[in-house]
């Protein structure tokens, strides 16, 4: 069983930054990611990290301001969000697993308990 805890997010303007962590309590799964779900709308994929190589993946809305990091040593990531706009409003969810896809929900186990970003204009 692997426990994910989430910790940042928050209230900010529009041009803003947050940070989000996420720590896991066992290294175990090969990707961690983000993922956001707006009120009505459905769970989408903002971010990825292949945990043993570093590689990254991105949605295309959050390309160029986000960035997903890892800390293999704390079995922590992070997402650095800058330029925030309100469309990036969301409950935000950390993620473990196979991700063989990495935007796609099923490949993932392991979900942190989410955290509430609100981005105002």
């Known amino acids: 069983l692997v426990q994910l805890v989430e910790s940042g997010g928050g209230a900010v303007q529009a041009g803003g930054s947050l940070e989000l962590s996420c720590a896991s309590s066992r290294n175990s799964e090969v990707y961690m990611a983000w993922f956001r779900q707006a009120p009505g709308k459905e769970r989408e994929g903002v971010a990825a990290?292949?945990?043993?190589?570093?590689?990254?993946y991105y949605g295309n809305s959050v390309k160029g301001r986000f960035t997903i990091s890892r800390d293999n040593a704390k079995n922590t990531i992070y997402l650095q969000m800058n330029n925030l706009k309100p469309e990036d409003t969301g409950t935000y969810f950390c993620a473990a697993g196979d991700g063989f896809v990495w935007y796609e929900t099923r490949y993932y186990k392991y979900w942190g308990q989410g955290l509430q970003v609100t981005v105002s204009s």
């Open positions: 990290i292949f945990i043993r190589s570093g590689s990254t």
